[in-house]
């Protein structure tokens, strides 16, 4: 008797159950009274570990990590899921769950990936490269990475019409927010010139600028070529194609863009006047930031082998 109470002691309460239930006790009630001299254990427990024992189901109690979170997600399927989400783009934890064939549920996956540092946000799209223009990319980096941009410009042109807001917001559990928008916006095209140091384009100082645009067909075409001829202005004439994470004027439009959401213009007189107000917020001291971004843009691209970077 002492021998086989020492070998139910060194059971856990799971094994002692099915112990007993096995050696022809069937009833919950006396399977707890005589597991219960041994550990603390609840009839209710007992009930649950029995019912799983009649359907088959694996008593063995889940893996937990030291923040006590329930492992259900096994070291092989985290593995899959890793690899799954290497390859792809949009993906959401029901897509997850379907593709890796889990049988966790959403809010285990969700907190999985809030554990590996996941974040749920909005995909940023990007231009699709191809091999020539990221060789391309790599070329122009490369030459252009130590230019002298004291006396360099960046142009290009915006779209900004009215009725833009954020596409993420807070608001109160269960609330949606309508916010009316027809369903053509107006928009109002502009052009704008960034340097290092802002200062107004004198005459006789164009000669000596080096420009820096993209090949938008309106750069490239030959009444705006034969025009930069003609005044003998310096232009870089190999921009890579597909390349706006290059062109810092690009967070100039960001920049501008996110203060005129706070605006929320309704018409073009409104729009306009926004987009007056809040040029007038971009500072000498943002314009430089940007414009000393330009070798670290150019290293990234270099080490990136071509593809788009984070700009």
Request: hydrophobic share 30%; charged share 30%.
């Amino acid at each position: 008797m002492k021998s086989s109470s020492n070998n139910i002691k060194s059971l856990s309460k799971e094994q002692r159950i099915l112990s007993l239930y096995q050696s022809g006790i069937k009833d919950a009630t006396k399977i707890h009274r005589l597991v219960k001299r041994v550990c603390k254990i609840s009839i209710s427990t007992v009930y649950r570990i029995i019912n799983k024992i009649k359907l088959g189901q694996p008593l063995q109690r889940k893996e937990r990590d030291d923040k006590g979170i329930v492992k259900s997600i096994s070291k092989p399927q985290q593995q899959k899921i890793k690899k799954f989400m290497s390859k792809q783009h949009k993906i959401t934890a029901s897509i997850i769950k379907k593709k890796v064939k889990l049988e966790a549920s959403l809010s285990t996956i969700k907190r999985y990936l809030k554990r590996e540092e996941y974040i749920y946000s909005k995909i940023c799209t990007v231009p699709i490269l191809t091999e020539v223009q990221k060789k391309n990319r790599v070329y122009f980096c490369e030459k252009h990475k130590k230019d002298n941009l004291k006396d360099a410009v960046f142009v290009d042109e915006c779209s900004i019409e009215t009725y833009t807001s954020s596409k993420k917001t807070w608001m109160k559990k269960g609330q949606i927010q309508h916010v009316p928008k027809p369903k053509h916006p107006l928009k109002v095209h502009i052009w704008g010139d960034f340097k290092e140091e802002p200062t107004k384009m004198e005459r006789n100082k164009i000669k000596k600028i080096l420009l820096f645009q993209d090949k938008d067909p309106k750069h490239t075409a030959s009444i705006s070529t034969n025009f930069l001829k003609d005044n003998k202005i310096n232009w870089v004439s190999d921009w890579p194609a597909n390349s706006p994470d290059l062109n810092p004027i690009e967070n100039v439009w960001h920049y501008l863009k996110s203060k005129i959401q706070e605006d929320f213009p309704t018409n073009k007189n409104t729009l306009i006047n926004s987009i007056k107000k809040q040029w007038k917020t971009v500072t000498p001291e943002l314009c430089q930031k940007y414009m000393n971004s330009w070798e670290k843009r150019c290293e990234e691209v270099i080490q990136n082998k071509g593809n788009t970077i984070n700009y």
